[in-house]
């Protein structure tokens, strides 16, 4: 079992930035893979940004040169750094984790909204 604890949302102006965490716990092994999702209600939860245990990453192309992902695996803790926020970035924020046995765990969400 795995359990996700995130961090970091909040309200923002456009243009501004935002760093959100995500910490793991639990039985965690590599490799695995860790990423960001974001779902505005009544959509599909629309994958942000995801990274291995090491440390490749791949981005979603509407955020590309705004955000970057990155992971401290001696914390077991995954970060999204949102810089140029605009108000399409709106979202519930949720980080996944997905273990080297192929089980996928969410975590909570954390609220990002930016105000024009």
């Known amino acids: 079992q795995v359990q996700l604890v995130e961090s970091g949302g909040g309200l923002v102006q456009a243009g501004g930035s935002l760093r959100l965490s995500c910490a793991a716990s639990?039985?965690?092994?590599?490799?695995?893979?860790m990423g960001w999702y974001r779902q505005v209600p009544g959509n599909q939860r629309d994958v942000v940004a995801t990274i291995t245990s090491g440390g490749s990453t791949n981005l979603a192309d509407s955020v590309k040169g705004r955000f970057t992902i990155s992971r401290d695996n001696a914390k077991n803790t995954v970060y999204l750094q949102m810089n140029s926020l605009k108000p399409d970035d709106t979202a519930v924020y949720y980080c996944k984790h997905v273990s080297a046995y192929g089980i996928t765990y969410w975590g909570q969400g954390t609220q990002v909204t930016v105000s024009s």
């Open positions: 639990g039985r965690i092994f590599s490799p695995n893979v």
